[in-house]
């Protein structure tokens, strides 16, 4: 004789149900065995600092206005002979002088106004036109003359005597008007006369 069917059934459920339950446990079991093992130590990341930011790179100073805010004339004693020059009386002036600049013009210069009397030294940096460098002493004497300075040259050049300014022509300008060692010049504008 034969069971009836719902007996059937019921004893058929308990083992779709173990089977689902042995599918969820295996499939569990291959999750956990996919990932890390309760046994297995998870490995670190090693934590790496933030990145510091650099430091920052002092501040280049700002150029001063060109032509410089200055303006006045030397003179050759006993000539009609003038130049206007800009007049570079700070330490900012004084150092950039007449970088970048792309020409001065005849009868143009530049005139630096130094400290105190002392045997100067001018170089040639970020300058791109050639130069005459006449020195001065405090009485507005010619002391010596570095003619025709070439260009974007490092090279330090000095009379080896006591100035205290120090006039800046194109080349050739100091030969052109007899500006020589002895030379008597005048000076009108800011820092005043002797």
Partial sequence: MSQPVRTCAARRRPAAQACRGLAVAVVGLALVS?????????????RVPAPQPEPMAPPKPARVSIPLPHAGTVTVAGRPLRFAVEVALTERERTQGLMFRKRLGKGRGMVFFMPRDYDWSFYMRNTLIPLDMIFIDKAWRVV???????????????????????????????????????????????????
Avoid at 34 to 46: I, V
């Fill in 34 to 46: 996919c990932g890390r093992s309760a046994s297995t130590p998870k490995p670190r990341t090693p």
């Fill in 144 to 194: 010596g003359v570095v003619a025709n300075v070439p260009p974007l040259t490092e090279t330090l050049r000095s009379v080896g005597r006591p100035s205290r300014y120090v006039l800046e022509l194109d080349a050739h300008e100091a030969r052109r008007n007899g500006l020589r060692a002895g030379t008597q010049l005048g000076y009108e504008g800011p820092g005043g006369a002797p």
